[in-house]
């Protein structure tokens, strides 16, 4: 397949708006090759103009992404010191609730403290699973911390989980037709649904303190919000979340975005956002920032590091961040991160390099880039 000359991408990536794609084809077995296809060539499109897209015809019932957010938001309400009993670390491999400004988000050798709370939960993997030949045993390896707290909220989530694992790869399959791949292509041991080392975050954001909205809505050069230096001698208005003896006043101090600038890991989310909350943004190639805002029965999916690399830089993996500044209302969302097997060695697809576009990034293990990223993702 021919690749697009460098400013066709760029022009391309000037998005204002992100496209709607309706995926019934896919998921509907009994739809046409020919439909399909189509749904196939639209989604590529999305990957190489835009990175960001929603899809409907999912499938998915609403009943099951309204009610796991419902469930959310109530755990989220639980006293800190219980929510603290699947607290997260190094021993618990990187798994469970991080409280607020434990997470952050790096930059040019400084990090920044997100104003959000947090469960993370990976693909459960043993933490005796042997290491390959070379390789240190994974520190990310271990059984997940449920929120078990609340019954209905755990078993809720791993079904969700469930759900999103089959459309995750539901999505994939048809990524793989749309650039004229096998339509298996990221089965088995790329990124099959049982060797997908996927990802889910549960996250509540409470409103930003109010020095960090001003300061998101000041107008940078280039027109995009700042996140810059300023912080105004205000005090923090945090949504009442202040505790002094933890250190949190000064966080939120200082804090500046609920989720900093970052694209993400691996090769597709699907986030599941509530309604009525603008908050989530993604960057375009004129460093515009465009909303994701929430559409009714859709789900808002972007594509991360590891589809740059397979696709030889014909998709990249579009930047974005979070920003909740409604100083009334806090946000529960659940991205879903669907991601290569641990193991998968990820380089550009002969397929997609020709003359012309020689291969552009080096083979990487994904478990690696993984744990590049998560073990420095913490301040706790
Ligand atoms: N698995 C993914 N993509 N997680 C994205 C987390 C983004 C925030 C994190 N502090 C960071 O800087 O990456
Ligand atoms: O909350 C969201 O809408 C997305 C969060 C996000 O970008 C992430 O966790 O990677
Ligand atoms: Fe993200």
Same mark, same amino acid.
């Given at each position: ?12 990536? !000037? ?99 997100? /104003? ?81 080392? /996927? ?17 998101? %809505? ?17 005090? #923090? ?9 933890? =250190? ?36 375009? %190639? ?10 009714? =029965? !859709? ?50 697809? #002969? ?20 744990? =590049? ?8």
């Amino acid at each position: 397949m021919p690749g697009p000359k460098p400013d066709e991408i760029e022009a391309g990536r !000037a998005f204002t708006s992100l496209p709607v794609i309706n995926i019934s084809p896919l998921v509907d077995k009994a739809q046409s090759a020919l439909a399909k296809a189509q749904v196939g060539a639209e989604l590529v499109k999305a990957c190489r103009n835009v990175g960001f897209f929603y899809v409907t015809g999912h499938g998915v019932e609403e009943e099951t992404y309204r009610g796991i957010l419902q469930l959310a938001r109530t755990w989220f309400q639980l006293p800190e010191e219980v929510k603290k009993q699947i607290d997260i670390g190094p021993h618990t491999h990187f798994r469970g609730y991080q409280a607020l400004g434990a997470n952050v988000t790096r930059y040019d050798g400084g990090f920044q403290r997100d /104003w959000h709370e947090a469960i993370d939960l990976y693909k459960e993997a043993d933490p005796d699973t042997p290491a390959p030949a070379g390789k240190q045993k994974s520190p990310i390896h271990g059984p997940n911390q449920w929120p078990s707290q609340l019954p209905a909220f755990e078993s809720g989530l791993r079904r969700y989980l469930d759900t999103m694992l089959q459309l995750g790869s539901t999505i994939l399959r048809g990524i793989a037709i749309g650039l004229e791949l096998p339509e298996d292509f990221f089965e088995g041991n790329r990124a099959g649904v049982d060797m997908a080392y /996927w990802v889910a975050r549960v996250i509540h954001y409470p409103p930003l303190p109010k020095q960090a909205v001003d300061l998101s %809505s000041q107008p940078t050069s280039n027109g995009n919000a700042a996140a810059g230096e300023a912080v105004s001698s205000r005090p #923090p208005e945090d949504g009442g979340a202040c505790r002094d003896e933890s =250190g949190l006043t000064e966080i939120a101090r200082s804090v500046q975005l609920s989720c900093g600038e970052h694209s993400d890991y691996g090769l597709l989310t699907i986030v599941n956002q509530e309604d009525g909350i603008s908050a989530l943004q993604a960057k375009n %190639s004129k460093g515009q920032w465009v909303s994701a805002d929430p559409i009714p =029965g !859709a789900f808002v999916c972007n594509i991360g590091d590891m589809l740059k690399v397979w696709s030889n830089g014909l998709f990249q993996p579009t930047v974005h961040r979070v920003i909740n500044s409604d100083p009334a209302k806090s946000r529960v969302s659940i991205p879903f991160f669907y991601e290569p097997a641990y193991e998968a060695v990820v380089e550009p697809l #002969p397929q997609l390099c020709s003359a012309d576009r020689p291969p552009r990034y080096a083979a990487i293990r994904y478990g690696d880039h993984l744990e =590049g990223k998560v073990l420095n993702n913490f301040e706790l």
